[in-house]
């Protein structure tokens, strides 16, 4: 991470960046796997970032959290067992709480994460971390993926980028474990970037799920923090739950009575339908 003049400056992307002022800098420390800095933005509230790359903020995290678990969710319909890779600021954790789940197991790496953001980003978890139906897991997710007895309906992968401690998260192996460890029917998503700058991520990964389930895709939500345009996230499944009808889709969130900031019916089916410059990065 760069500081110029109070300012933290990603430089994710070659030749591009962007820059958020810091107007309070709350923690600023490193970790056994990475860096983690948190501050105030007049923009978008607090904000923490991993590396010097921005992972979340208050104000514009509930489009990713949202559409990362309730389009899987809803479409699988009886989801029962949720696993989430990552995910340590609890957002995650607190939309698949939500739904009327039995355990959401949530495998994170570092410790640092969970307790930083219980701390410091409350309001990201919203009391996930207390609910008794999480199953929080200090571990690789990878290893935690290869020794699971599985039985999971939805997988949820929320990983940072394919760099340090994320990278094992995009290998073949560890998609090949993750379809092992889902139930009959079951549904593994993936953050996948943005494919306008990432496209390799979002190819990678369908080409590999592509050896592994009947039903491959990607769906799309634009999140204003991850530069670049439309955020990408990997579909598969050996069902047909990706071609759920509207009115299904409708009376499911009726019947859990989930209301979204960005995700509703219409955009659940709408986030299928791709540009068609992400439409040519699927293999």
Request: proline share 5%; glycine share 10%; hydrophobic share 40%.
């Amino acid at each position: 991470m760069t500081k110029m003049d109070g300012w933290s400056v990603e430089q994710l992307h070659d030749g591009y960046a962007q820059a958020h002022r810091m107007d309070r800098v709350l923690y600023d420390s490193e970790t056994d796997h990475q860096r983690i800095v948190v501050f105030d933005s007049a923009q978008f509230g607090r904000v923490m970032t991993l590396d010097g790359v921005v992972q979340v903020t208050e104000r514009d995290n509930f489009i990713y959290h949202e559409m990362l678990t309730h389009v899987p969710m809803i479409a699988h319909g009886t989801a029962k067992r949720v696993l989430i890779i990552g995910g340590g600021d609890g957002g995650m954790a607190r939309e698949a709480l939500r739904h009327p789940v039995d355990q959401v197991t949530m495998v994170e790496i570092d410790a640092g994460v969970v307790d930083f953001c219980r701390e410091y980003l409350p309001g990201i978890s919203d009391g996930a971390f207390d609910d008794p139906r999480l199953d929080l897991q200090i571990a690789d997710g990878a290893d935690f993926m290869r020794d699971t007895d599985g039985g999971f309906d939805v997988i949820i992968v929320d990983s940072t980028d394919p760099v340090g401690p994320g990278e094992v998260l995009f290998t073949d192996h560890f998609y090949g474990h993750a379809k092992r460890a889902l139930a009959p029917g079951g549904i593994l998503v993936t953050q996948n970037g943005v494919p306008f700058l990432q496209g390799d991520e979002l190819t990678g990964t369908l080409r590999a799920f592509q050896t592994l389930f009947a039903d491959t895709y990607a769906f799309v939500a634009p999140v204003p923090t991850y530069q670049g345009g439309f955020m990408a996230f990997g579909w598969g499944t050996d069902s047909d739950a990706r071609h759920v009808d509207l009115a299904t889709v409708e009376r499911r969130i009726t019947q859990i009575d989930l209301s979204g900031d960005y995700y509703t019916p219409e955009i659940h089916k709408a986030a299928f339908a791709l540009p068609g410059y992400i439409k040519k990065l699927i293999p």
